[in-house]
Every structure is written in C-alpha cells, then in structure tokens.
T-cell receptor, first 116, second 116 residues
Framework: GAVVSQHPSWVICKSGTSVKIECRSL??????MFWYRQFPKQSLMLMAT?????????EQGVEKDKFLINHASLTLSTLTVTSAHPEDSSFYIC????????????FGPGTRLTVT | GENVEQHPSTLSVQEGDSAVIKCTYS??????FPWYKQELGKGPQLIID?????GEKKDQRIAVTLNKTAKHFSLHITETQPEDSAVYFC???????????????FGQGTILTVHP
C-alpha cells in the first residue's frame, strides 16, 4: 500500500518550453501533496505544498508563476515548469500525505528534468 | 523555522558492522521524525519513523532513538549488508498547524557505503 507514482520519470525539453509532471497516489487518497526539488548530491528542498481544491502554498524563493501546481483531485497533483531554462534542470520529487494519516508521507520515484 | 543538522555526511563500514547516523533539530515543537533511504535515481523510501511520545523504536535491523530534551535523534543499523548502501536522510515535522502541517525539513543526508 501507499504507492505514489510520477510521470514522466525523465524528460528532456528545450529552453523556453513548458513541462508538466504528474504525481498520483495509487491506492490511497491524498489530502496534501508536496513538491520537492533535489540537486545532485544535495538534500530535498520543499518547493510547495498542494492541498486538494485550493491554491498551493509556495516556499520562500520559489516563483509561483514559474512552477504552477494544480491539485484537482485527491489522487492527482501536477507541477508545470513554465518557460523552462537550463537552471531548472533538476530531480523533482512529489510526496503524498494520506487522508486520515497523522504525518506519514510517501514519496514518488522522482522525475529527472533536463532543459537544453 | 525548523533546522535539521545531520552527521556524518559520509559513513563507510564493513559488512556486518553497525552504522549510526545522528540528527539534531531546532524546533522543540517538532513531534514526528522519519528516516528515509534514497537509492541513486530514485525517490526516498520511508524506513522507520518515531513520534515524540516514544524514546525508541525498532524494526528488525533498524532502530531509531529520540532524545527530546537534547533535541536529537539517531538511526542505528545493525549487521549491515551491501544492499544497505544508499543515502539516508533524517527529517522533522509537526511544529506548526495550518498550512505548515506535515512539512518535512530534511537533514543534509549521509552517504552510507557497506563494503563486502
């Protein structure tokens, strides 16, 4: 149980284009999903908190107009990187917090984004 | 906000030895402390967690201890195996409600290498 999937697992896009990453909770309902960014050999940095049916809460320094987050259902959240640039290349990971669970978060397998 | 420090950054042990990773946190209101294992190119996997009303928790070869007074918690892996080699992250959360609920603050990570 508690499986989170991400799609795509990796993506290469050209500078200036937009990329959408999906995060799905497969066997549970997720009231809250979190989006993280991880650079090579570094820790996970929280980008935003996504609650179903409401606007995402972004961490300080994260551009909400560049990283669009939508949490339209209890099993799906999407992150769209708009007008991507090479510096946006990173490993993006989502996690889901189960409805009815106290604190446990379950992480997706991550999406490797490379912007050329 | 919460700040989590993790040590050591790298740890090398022989198969069969024990490994200990330590973390300290700053927010005395934090009450949930998970540990994650991350293999190369994958998302973090929850391996064990502890809540602030418990001092120690064990699951087979893995144990976690928590000292609330000193604000530190540790991961103990006994009888290490080569497949334990990975990056381990500690995290803390629970210090605030509302939009901060469930937000994890991660330590810097420990690269554990178990030599056969």
């Amino acid at each position: 149980g508690a499986v989170v999937s991400q799609h795509p697992s990796w993506v290469i896009c050209k500078s200036g284009t937009s990329v959408k990453i999906e995060c799905r909770s497969l066997d549970f309902q997720a009231t809250t999903m979190f989006w993280y960014r991880q650079f090579p050999k570094q820790s996970l940095m929280l980008m935003a908190t996504s609650n179903e049916g409401s606007k995402a809460t972004y961490e300080q320094g994260v551009e909400k107009d560049k990283f669009l987050i939508n949490h339209a259902s209890l099993t799906l959240s999407t992150l769209t990187v708009t007008s991507a640039h090479p510096e946006d290349s990173s490993f993006y990971i989502c996690s889901a917090h189960s409805l009815g669970s106290s604190y446990e978060q379950y992480f997706g397998p991550g999406t490797r984004l490379t912007v050329t | 906000g919460e700040n989590v420090e993790q040590h050591p950054s790298t740890l090398s042990v022989q198969e069969g030895d024990s490994a200990v990773i330590k973390c300290t946190y700053s927010d005395s209101a934090s009450n949930y402390f998970p540990w994650y294992k991350q293999e190369l190119g994958k998302g973090p996997q929850l391996i064990i967690d502890i809540r602030s009303n418990v001092g120690e928790k064990k699951d087979q070869r893995i144990a976690v201890t928590l000292n609330k007074t000193a604000k530190h918690f540790s991961l103990h892996i006994t009888e290490t195996q080569p497949e334990d080699s990975a990056v381990y992250f500690c995290a803390a959360t629970g210090g605030a409600g509302g939009t901060s609920y469930g937000k994890l603050t991660f330590g810097q990570g420990t690269i554990l290498t178990v030599h056969p």
